[in-house]
Every structure is written in C-alpha cells, then in structure tokens.
C-alpha cells in the first residue's frame, strides 16, 4: 500500500460506505487518522447524496434493520438479500424512535415524539451514540421541526417551530440549536402560513429546511436564520386534490400529490429555488392489485437510471421511468407494518464533535458479556425476495395505469 499516492487512497476511500470504514480503520494508524479527521467525515458525508441505504423500523420502534437498494436485481424473479440489524436506541426519559421518516441529515436522525414532553436526541444509527440535546424552556404548541447542516460554521443545527401559549396575540417562535454550542437560541419568527398538519418534519436540502404550507414551501436557510418561500407546481387535470407531500429525492426537493384514491403524481424541481423547473416526474394511477394511492409514497429516486422506489404498505413498487415499466418487489420476513427512510451511514462521531458529555447505548457498557452477543447481533440475515412485472410499455391492460417522464433524468 506504501506505493500508492495518498491522493488515490484518500478518493477511493471517501467513495466506500460508512460501514466499510468504520471496519477499514484497523487497517493502519494512516488510515485510522484519514477515516477519522473532520475533512474527511465532511467529504464522506458530501459524497452520499446517492445513497441507497435505506433504514426499516418496525411498528413499535423496536427492531430496525438496513438494506442497500443497489444490491436488488430487478431483472431476477427470485433472489435473496443481506438485510443488516441496526441497535434501537434505548434510555431512560427518551422516547423512542418515531416511524419513518423522520428529521435526519448526513445520516443522523432527530430522535422525537411532539405529543409528549420528553427529551430530544440526535442519533447515529450506525455508530449507535447519541447527544441528548438541553430541555426546551416555555409552555408552547410545536409546529415544525428539523434537523440540517450549515456548512458556514460546519455545524448541526435542530429547529423548532412553536406557536406560544399564554399570549394575547399568537408567537410563532423559530429557535435553532447548535451541536457546537449546545445551546438553544431565538430567531426571527416563522411565516404566518400554517405549516402542513401531517407533515411538520421539515426536509433538509441545500443548506436549509423546507416545510409544506397550504400553497407554498417554506424555506430556512440555516446560514442566515433568515426565511423565504418556494411556489409549489400545478396540480393537473380535475380530479380533487386529497394529500400532499415534501420530500427529497434523488437530490432534488420532491412533491407528491395524492388525488382521493385514483391517482399519484411525483414532482421534482429539477433547478434548486427556480419555480418554472418544477417537472413532473411520474404518475402512478389507480392499479386494481394495488388500492388506495394514499398508502404508496416514493421512498427513492435514481436520476441516473431514471428509477423510482415506492413503498406500499408491506411490499415495494420499482418504476422504470426510462424503459416505462413497473415491478412490484416483495421482501420476505420484514416486519408487519413497517416504514422506512433512505438515511445513509454516517462516520460522524458525537463523543468527539459536541461540547457536552455523550452518552453512549446502554448495551456497549458491558463489554465482557458483549464480543458473542454483539457478533450475532450484528450479523446479516438473508432475506428472500420476489419481483413480479406489474406493468410494461408492451402490456396494454386496462386496469394497469402509470406513466413516466423520461425527459428527464440525469447523470447525477
């Protein structure tokens, strides 16, 4: 390895999952440091915009695993899988995790339930630590919440939208949180557009946070503090509009628009902050094995394969926007009810990057009961898999209705 530029080592290595690295750190001392040092765990994290890792929680919060998408073959009827136990985060006064998806940036997730007053944690579902961030002061209603990265000051930033009670007129406070400072501080208050009812977990993209409104994205930029907002595209054609959602997808803020239970429209805007790039992506209509739309929501998209990952309910569809096909993939054995977020592997360290103490899960104190348990724990399960066609652009049944936008996917 001594004859290898250390250029060449550190571009391969930035390009390797999380997983791999955290393994690859007893190599040597050199690699040890590389893996480690900030520059690197910055480069890493910019690097995985891409990332197929996608994280499955059962019903309670119990039990979570991950599965990499690039290692299904859609071409093969029946296969297995390596699906990879993921610890759940267990403490005393912290709640566990909610379903999917959640607030999560560079592959940490903001740990929260807004219905009850319990801690807040950031989480590193790979690393398995967590920081427990300081008690929210005030009596308040939460709005909205999020977690994001501002790279001008190279920090991890939570916020929280609250409408304030005890006011003669409503307060719509904003105040952020900085992993640096560990300390909560007021900004400027929030637009008056009321945030989407069920969806206050803003998404993180481009430096800042984006909550739906009734009739626009509200945007955050973490850098300034300072609000604007973002026009959503134009529903199309007359059937009435019953649901929408914001997402990120493929690196792209996404918008899903669910019209009662005939139809799935998928929108992605192509040019960051420009309203007029707006693109319809696909459209999933009604399919007779399949029911209502409300329950199928886009989980992923490949802009260089032109490819869209939906969940619906317990199983998962697969469209080929470019080939117009679609395919519907059954994983045996995960649990009943579950969901599930795209939330790749993070070699950011909380014990080294936070001011406060970390506490690490409770299971690593006990490292002489843990080198066996943890081998099994850790171990990958096969899990058999079946892919059936549901659609192609040769197959002209009736009761078979999606379509895509092959115009555009990109090389990204």
């Known amino acids: 390895m001594s004859d290898v530029p250390s250029e060449l080592v550190h571009e391969i290595l930035r390009r390797l999952p999380a997983e791999s690295l955290l393994r690859f750190r007893a190599v040597c001392k050199g690699w040890r440091r590389l893996i480690d040092s900030p520059s690197f765990i910055r480069t890493h994290a910019a690097n995985q915009t891409s990332s197929t890792t996608l994280l499955i929680r059962n019903i309670i919060g119990t039990r979570f695993c991950s599965l990499t998408l690039d290692s299904l073959n859609f071409e093969d009827a029946d296969q297995t899988i390596d699906l990879t136990p993921v610890k759940a985060l267990y403490r ?71 409408d304030l009670w005890g006011c003669r007129k409503t307060v719509r406070r904003t105040s952020i949180y900085g992993l640096k400072s560990d300390s909560w501080r007021i900004i400027e208050n929030y637009p008056c ?13 481009n ?7 009734r009739d626009s994205v509200i945007v955050l930029v973490l850098e300034t503090g300072r609000y604007h907002k973002l026009p959503l595209p134009e529903p199309t054609g007359i059937a009435e509009l019953f649901e929408t959602h914001l997402d990120v997808l493929g690196g792209c803020l996404a918008v899903s628009y669910y019209y009662m239970i005939t139809r799935l429209d998928g929108w992605v805007m192509k040019d960051y902050g420009v309203g007029d790039s707006w693109t319809k992506l696909f459209s999933f209509g009604e399919l007779a094995n399949i029911g209502a739309m ?26 080929d926007i470019a080939n117009d096909s679609a395919k519907k993939v059954i994983i045996h054995g995960l649990p009943h009810n579950f969901t599930c977020q795209i939330v790749p592997g993070s070699l950011f360290r909380l014990d080294e990057s936070c001011a406060a103490a970390v506490k ?18 850790d171990a990958r399960v096969e899990h058999s898999v079946r892919i059936t066609d549901v659609w192609s652009r040769s197959d002209s049944t009736p009761e078979t209705s999606w379509s895509g936008n092959d115009d555009y996917y990109g090389d990204d």
């Open 360 to 377: 690490i899960t409770a299971g690593t104190k006990r490292k002489r009961k843990m080198s066996t348990k943890k081998n099994k724990a």
């Open 193 to 205: 557009d009321c945030i989407w009812p069920n969806q206050i977990v803003g998404v993180f993209l």
């Open 294 to 319: 409300g329950r199928l929501r886009p989980v992923a998209y490949f802009k260089n394969k032109g490819h869209v990952f939906l969940q619906h309910d317990d199983d998962f569809f697969w469209l």
């Open 92 to 162: 005393t006064g912290v709640p566990r995790a909610p379903a999917l998806p959640v607030a999560s940036c560079n592959g940490l997730i903001l740990n929260s339930h807004y219905d009850i007053d319990k801690t807040w944690v950031i989480w590193n579902p790979l690393t398995r630590q967590f920081h427990e961030l300081p008690e929210f002061e005030g009596h308040s209603r939460l709005i909205g919440s999020g977690l994001g990265y501002d790279s001008a000051s190279d920090d991890y930033k939570v916020v929280r939208l609250d």
């Open 207 to 213: 430096g800042a946070l984006h909550w739906l409104s």
